[in-house]
């Protein structure tokens, strides 16, 4: 159910940018999912398929973008991938420090698209 | 044949949410009531901590704090009722089976209520660690429960949620000592997960903990 919501909100994006570029059919639509954020590629695009039809969305394939849990440390500035759902302690993979915050991970984002 | 454009969108998924959201805020400011959004999976007794809290938020303070509950059950009005009894208002948010609330639902309950004399409402979300945990309802705090037979690992496995919260309820203490939950792989996960994060042992049915509970709340709603 969750998916159906948030593809409804994909495609308002994707019609509205479409009719602003007077796009006459939506090839490709990338979505960018940060790693902590839940939704399911196949699901989207099941959904997305359905409630397109007849628009210039329609057979609009949907790509996902995972992108990782990314820190930045405010010790030694140094930038680092890593993930949070494991036991390992949270700090920098460079100084050792536990003064790290994430810059990125949760992202829910449409990013682009191609249109003809 | 016209040549395959790139356009560059970045716009993100919930933005309109999160505007609703805003509006949604501003107007229980006006109305100086704070709202707070309770998630959990299903069974890990939020209607049970809905009505601990009413007990002990009006036995810890005069005048008394006006309170109210919106449930969101995806069909019965079984919590709405047992809040009732309680002698607190409580309103039905049907979901339709929708698994969370957003924050257009909670902008189509508000009127509904009189908020005027609500200083604490409290929504009372779908039952699912998944879905409430991505969605902005307007609340001004949100707070999980994670019940002690649900096992000390959600951490692992619904991370935002407990990035989202502000505070984690870890209810049903009193099963604690017949299990392996280990509370301190529980903090430690959730620690990790999210470093602010206030965490309350508490249980409804023995009454452990509610009152620290409710301090925190009552401090958070400026009481």
Same mark, same amino acid.
């Given at each position: 159910m969750h998916e159906l919501g948030i593809t409804h909100e994909i495609l308002e994006i994707?019609?509205? #940018?479409?009719?602003?570029?007077?796009?006459?059919?939506?090839? @490709?639509?990338?979505?960018?999912?940060? !790693? *902590?954020?839940?939704?399911?590629q196949e699901w989207i695009q099941h959904y997305f398929d359905a409630i397109s039809r007849g628009s210039v969305a329609e057979g609009a394939r949907i790509e996902v973008k995972k992108l990782p849990c990314r820190f930045f440390c405010r010790?030694?500035?140094?930038?680092?991938?890593?993930?949070?759902? /494991?036991?390992?302690?949270?700090?920098? #993979?460079?100084c050792g420090s536990e003064a790290v915050e994430m810059i990125s991970g949760s992202e829910y984002t449409v990013k682009s698209m191609e249109a003809t | 044949m016209r040549e395959v454009r790139l356009i560059q969108i970045e716009e993100d998924i919930q933005a309109d949410n999160r505007l609703e959201a805003e509006k949604v805020r501003r107007r229980l400011e006006e109305a100086g009531t704070f709202m707070l959004n309770l998630m959990s999976s299903p069974g890990s007794g939020k209607t049970s901590l809905i009505l601990k809290t009413i007990e002990a938020v009006q036995s810890m303070r005069t005048p008394a704090i006006g309170m109210a509950v919106?449930?969101?059950? =995806?069909?019965?009005?079984v919590d709405a009722e047992t809040i009732l009894d309680a002698g607190v208002p409580a309103v039905q948010l049907r979901t339709g089976g929708f698994c969370h609330v957003d924050s257009y639902m909670v902008a189509k309950t508000l009127p509904?209520?009189? *908020? !005027?004399?609500?200083?604490? +409402?409290? +929504?009372? /979300?779908?039952?699912?660690?998944?879905?409430?945990?991505?969605?902005?309802?307007?609340? /001004?705090? /949100?707070v999980m429960i994670l019940s002690v037979?649900?096992?000390?690992? @959600?951490? +692992?496995? #619904?991370? *935002? =949620?407990?990035? !989202?919260? !502000?505070a984690l309820v870890v209810n049903k203490s009193d099963y604690l000592q017949m299990g392996d939950f280990d509370m301190d792989s529980l903090r430690r996960r959730a620690k990790k997960l999210n470093p602010e994060i206030e965490i309350f042992e508490v249980s409804c049915k023995t009454g452990a903990g509610v009152q620290q509970w409710a301090e925190w709340l009552l401090r958070k709603i400026g009481r």
């Open positions: 994707v019609l509205r #940018y479409a009719r602003r570029h007077r796009v006459t059919q939506v090839s @490709k639509v990338l979505l960018e999912i940060g !790693e *902590l954020s839940d939704l399911e010790q030694c500035g140094n930038e680092f991938v890593t993930t949070l759902t /494991n036991d390992e302690p949270l700090i920098c #993979y460079g | 919106i449930e969101a059950d =995806m069909d019965s009005q509904s209520l009189d *908020l !005027e004399p609500i200083d604490l +409402l409290i +929504l009372e /979300n779908v039952g699912n660690l998944i879905c409430p945990a991505q969605s902005d309802t307007g609340a /001004n705090s /949100n037979p649900e096992g000390d690992d @959600k951490p +692992l496995k #619904y991370p *935002l =949620m407990f990035r !989202e919260c !502000e």
